[in-house]
């Protein structure tokens, strides 16, 4: 990899770099003939930010550990992709605060109740019976497995 | 009105996100080197455990209690902070939010209604306690200084107001003022505070009753009679822009113990100064002063209790054009630290400190900077850019060293959840 330019041409005064500037279009075309036009649609690559990210100062990663959601794509060594502005309702999986450690489950959200329902049979659906050992963390909105 | 926003036990806070299970635990956050002790949880507060004393002193009383004590962890801390502070700007309109510190920020609220100001700060207290997990006390007023007033009113009792204190009227205002003692009215420091109960001014509300004149003739001049302006309830610190430059920038450290090879104290003062221009490039400044100062550590006193500062050495040199390139600044301090290093001595901090400041561009457009630092300027960017990629300065100067036997003590640091990919929290 290259990553320093060694062009003889740099650093120049800014007087020169103006006439290198004007006289830039002339070399182009003399190097390259018709490859200017690509030019015009140039823009920046796709970046997996912009589709991962929706909301960056509330969007955070955390490690799978388990193979308790494995039915919904999760797998150990996954990474997920939370986002805590999102709004935790029923149906979304969530990472959650049971008794002060973190857990990846599907949030169920009854009249009365809260479960976490696992997906993968060797689990149990945990009911939340204390409402004060328990938070909902933020919204699991994309996960990152790899192949 | 201005609103001035502050984390609740920041650090301690940061901890506690990726450490659920400590929610309700005496939680404490160590400064550099595990030296003294710069956050407290509340549950910490109510144990009698002070602020800003070195932790030997609260040893006993934190094992006892099992307080949870970590090392200062500064990237989990200062990724949260711009976390907290987008949250603001992205809420506020643009220009409002000016960083304060690393857990305040002052927001101009000019543009909300005087009535919907309650409603204003529960929602935006909310949403970044939502969004960042990070709480927040939030003070209003008319001023800076008033609401810096608030805001400890607030903070003193959470239960009360909600973290949440608007001095909206004249009548709110007296009575805060009457509240808050000569010694927590911002920019009151020690010597001032104990000067000014001399003259009988033991609240703020005594200071604020006081002429501008005699502010200007007994508080520091003109900064004392802005402070009385703004007691008085009257406008005079004016927003500043965000991100205003530092006029000086410093990187100082304790060594992780005693260092005596003049080896070993070039390599951390080339890493101090590598340090140190990189914060200089962050602001687009370059400094033609540049000082480094060494602490020797003083021989053991017969009186142990206490806590003795060793003795200073520093020097200064001015440089012939300015630079914010490492190997310039590196160059100086080295050189510097070497006149002012002694064989046979032990050290036990050293510090390198950048100032007068020029701005950047000036330099990039200067005709009479020689090609070979335009190319260098190249070469610090791209340095820059792999450090910020790869992280734990995978390029650095051979000065620098690779051993780092003097390197801060951190023990207790937690992981660096939210800047590591192999240190991501764990979920199950």
């Known amino acids: ?147 | 009105m201005q609103a001035i926003v502050d984390c609740n036990s920041f650090y301690c806070a940061c901890e506690r996100l990726f450490q659920p299970q400590l929610q309700h635990a005496p939680v404490v956050v160590l400064s550099n080197n595990d030296g003294c002790i710069v956050s407290r949880s509340d549950e910490a507060k109510q144990l009698g455990i002070n602020m800003a004393i070195p932790y030997f002193q609260a040893k006993d009383l934190i094992e006892k209690n099992k307080v949870h004590a970590f090392s200062s962890n500064y990237h989990l801390y200062g990724d949260l902070s711009w976390r907290v502070m987008e949250t603001m700007r992205q809420l506020a309109p643009p220009g409002c939010v000016e960083v304060y510190s690393v857990d305040e920020a002052f927001i101009n609220l000019d543009h909300i209604p005087a009535e919907s100001l309650q409603d204003y700060c529960v929602s935006l207290k909310k949403k970044i306690e939502t969004w960042t997990g990070i709480s927040v006390s939030i003070g209003v007023g008319p001023n800076k200084v008033l609401s810096k007033v608030a805001n400890r009113l607030a903070k003193k009792s959470k239960l009360l107001t909600g973290c949440i204190v608007i001095l909206n009227d004249t009548k709110k205002i007296q009575t805060a003022l009457q509240n808050t003692p000569i010694d927590d009215v911002w920019g009151i420091g020690y010597s001032y505070s104990e000067k000014l109960k001399t003259y009988g001014i033991h609240t703020a509300y005594a200071l604020s009753i006081k002429d501008l004149s005699w502010g200007k003739r007994f508080l520091g001049g003109v900064p004392g009679m802005k402070l009385i302006r703004e007691l008085k309830g009257m406008h005079s610190h004016d927003m500043q822009t965000p991100r205003t430059s530092k006029k000086m920038i410093a990187t100082t450290r304790m060594f992780g113990r005693t260092v005596s090879e003049w080896q070993e104290i070039e390599e951390a003062l080339a890493t101090y100064a590598t340090r140190t221009a990189e914060k200089l490039r962050r602001q687009h400044s370059a400094a033609y002063g540049v000082s480094v100062f060494l602490l020797k550590k003083t021989p053991p006193q017969t009186d142990i209790s206490h806590y003795h500062h060793g003795r200073q050495v520093s020097g200064y040199v001015k440089l012939d054009n300015p630079s914010n390139l490492t190997p310039d600044i590196i160059k100086a301090v080295v050189a510097l630290g070497k006149s002012l290093f002694e064989q046979g001595e032990l050290y036990k901090k050293a510090g390198v400190i950048l100032s007068d400041f020029v701005p950047d561009n000036a330099l990039q457009t200067n005709l009479f900077v020689a090609p070979k630092d335009q190319n260098r300027k190249k070469l610090m960017n791209v340095i820059d850019n792999m450090n910020a990629a790869f992280r734990d300065d995978i390029l650095k100067f051979a000065t620098s060293g690779t051993q780092k036997n003097w390197k801060m003590r951190s023990e207790r640091r937690s992981k660096r959840y939210t800047t590591r990919w192999d240190e991501l929290c764990l979920v199950r």
């Open chain 1, 1 to 147: 990899m290259s990553f320093i330019d060694t062009d003889p041409n740099e650093g120049m005064a800014t007087q020169q770099i103006n006439k290198k500037f004007q006289s830039a279009q002339i070399i182009q075309a003399n190097a390259t003939g018709f490859g200017a036009a690509s030019d015009d649609f140039m823009e920046r690559g796709i970046d997996l930010n912009e589709q991962l990210i929706r909301n960056k100062p509330a969007t955070f990663f955390f490690r799978v550990n388990s193979d308790a959601m494995l039915g919904a794509g999760i797998h150990v060594g996954d990474i997920l992709i939370v986002d805590r502005s999102l709004t935790p309702s029923s149906g979304k999986v969530v990472v959650a605060v049971l008794n002060g450690e973190f857990l990846v489950r599907r949030l169920q959200i009854q009249e009365h109740s809260i479960s976490l329902v696992p997906e993968n049979k060797r689990y149990g659906t945990i009911q939340v019976a204390q409402l004060e050992q328990y938070s909902t963390w933020g919204v699991v909105s994309f996960v990152i497995h790899s192949l």
